[in-house]
């Protein structure tokens, strides 16, 4: 077993092609038909969003699990148990369904009259649910510690303390490609945080500050998210102010003048 310190620096370090180990098959294939597999490219954001919200929702709604497209963006909007929290329409949803199922993350199903999606995550990567229980928690929040991993995957595994959650992440960081890194600490965290590789390598300074150390930091998806909240507003000013004008159009009120003295 690699130390910390060798595995995160080989990690860091490295191209950030996220691939499937030749060696892993499904049940589909019998040993004279398997092959080799293709290595998996990068994820986007948003592809790692829509694989997180299929595994939440398999355990937390399994009753409208598979999701349809709807469902599934709702998710993906979710303001809960979200970082960065995104806004994105179905149409882009649809696009990135679209992208998984080349890659055989997603399935659609054929059983209803509405199309429903379904993760393969498992099977693809070649790792127990426990193991995609951890990803999906990394996909959906971000950078965490092995303890906020075992309180926030709670609902989609329950992990009996932390050193199992160690032991998996252990498993994944030795993965062949690593699917996770165990990250440096930086000043003022008591603990290491974990992070995902399967959208690239980990740039660590554009990870975010965490509360305590030194200042309010975004990373850049959150600051896309907060300049698309300010023309949001900013819309909703301009709409404000031409409701006023033309009220006090109508009630024949100079807006430019000052109220005269009573």
């Known amino acids: 077993m690699l130390h910390d310190g060798a595995r995160n620096a080989g990690t860091l370090r490295g191209t950030g092609i996220i691939g499937v180990s030749p060696h892993v098959t499904t049940h ?17 954001p948003l592809e790692a969003r829509v694989l997180g919200v299929l595994v939440e929702k398999q355990h937390t709604v399994p009753d409208t699990y598979p999701l349809s497209l709807n469902s599934l963006t709702s998710g993906c909007n979710q303001k809960t148990a979200r970082s960065p929290v995104m806004s994105v329409s179905e149409d882009e949803v649809l696009t ?18 509405v199309p429903r999606f379904e993760h393969n995550v498992n099977r693809v990567l070649g790792v127990p649910s ?43 960081a ?26 690239g390598e980990v740039n660590i300074s554009d990870m975010p500050l965490r509360e305590g150390q030194g200042g309010e930091s975004y990373s850049l998806s959150e600051f896309e998210a907060l300049k698309s ?34």
């Open 28 to 44: 589909m294939n019998t040993p004279s038909e398997a092959a080799p597999r293709p290595a998996l490219r990068e994820l986007t």
């Open 174 to 199: 030795e993965n062949d490609p690593p699917r996770v890194v165990k990250l440096p600490r930086t000043p003022g965290e008591r603990e290491s945080r974990w992070m995902h590789l399967l959208c």
């Open 229 to 262: 909240e300010q023309k949001r507003l900013a819309h909703e000013v301009a709409q404000l102010r031409a409701m006023v004008e033309r009220m006090a159009g109508e009630l024949g009120i100079a807006l430019d003048q000052p109220p005269s003295d009573a």
């Open 130 to 172: 426990q193991s995609v229980a951890l990803l999906a928690t990394l996909f959906l929040r971000g950078p965490q510690t092995a303890a906020e991993l075992r309180a926030n995957s709670a609902r989609l595994h329950s992990f009996a303390d932390i050193s199992s959650v160690e032991s998996f992440l252990d498993e994944l």
């Open 96 to 113: 990135t369904i679209d992208g998984l199922k080349r890659l055989s993350l997603v399935i659609e199903g054929s059983s209803s009259r």
